[in-house]
């Protein structure tokens, strides 16, 4: 089945530094990642849609100066929290959707970043 | 108005009964539905998705759409405690290059009582 990868799977860091995350798809190409962040308690939030060798479209509310997003190749796509403060840790997830065969239109996700900021 | 609404529960049932999750949603562009498990700290495991009204199954789950009234529903037969988890409903819309990015319940936990 298809597999998505993230690293690391926690961090935590200082207020002030950037956090990057990774996301790869191991077993098959995806010209489109999401990232979602997930509060306690809360349901997953999609932050942006990460398109191979484009711009990334973020949702209403997310900072894109912030949130640093790179897909530079079919099966990598980095989140960057740049400057993080406390209100900024969260549980960070990324869904890769497949692109041909069984996998086409399906989002597999990542088991997920967790990241304290202190 | 939330554009997708789930009751976080907790739902508890006892082993081997039939579980029904269910959702609502209020944007008529969404034309696809999924259903995630999510196990306590780790990222959502796709259980099924369908793009159209109706009944969808694989083994012990049943998918159903009722896209007239906006309403989503997962049902469990024969229930394990391996069963108990949060259910997340899901659904988007599509774009040019295919399905968007997905919109989320809250989550419904799940457990099922040995």
């Known amino acids: 089945g298809a597999v998505v990868s993230q690293h690391p799977s926690w961090v935590i860091c200082k207020s002030g530094t950037s956090v990057k995350i990774e996301c790869r798809s191991l077993?098959?190409?995806?010209?489109?990642m999401f990232w979602y962040r997930q509060f306690p308690k809360q349901s997953l939030m999609l932050m942006a849609t990460s398109n191979e060798g484009s711009k990334a479209t973020y949702e209403q509310g997310v900072e894109k100066d912030k949130f640093l997003i790179n897909h530079a190749s079919l099966t990598l796509s980095t989140l960057t929290v740049t400057s993080a403060h406390p209100e900024d840790s969260s549980f960070y997830i990324c869904?890769?959707?497949?692109?041909?065969?069984?996998?086409?239109?399906?989002?597999?996700f990542g088991p997920g970043t967790r990241l304290t900021v202190l | 108005q939330k554009e997708v609404e789930q009751d976080p529960g907790p739902l508890s049932v006892p082993e081997g009964a039939i579980v029904s999750l269910n959702c609502t949603y209020s944007n008529s562009a969404f034309q696809y539905f999924m259903w995630y498990r999510q196990y306590s700290r780790k990222g959502p495991e796709l259980l099924m998705y369908t793009y159209s009204s109706g009944n969808k199954e694989d083994g012990r789950f049943t998918a159903q759409v009722d896209k007239s009234s906006k309403y989503i529903s997962l049902f469990i037969r024969d229930s394990q405690p391996s069963d108990s988890a949060t259910y997340l409903c899901a659904t988007g819309p599509y774009s040019g290059g295919g399905a968007d990015g997905l919109t989320f319940g809250k989550g419904t936990h799940l457990i099922i009582q040995p």
């Open positions: 869904s890769a959707r497949g692109t041909s065969g069984s996998n086409y239109n399906e989002q597999f």
């Open positions: 077993d098959f190409q995806a010209t489109t």
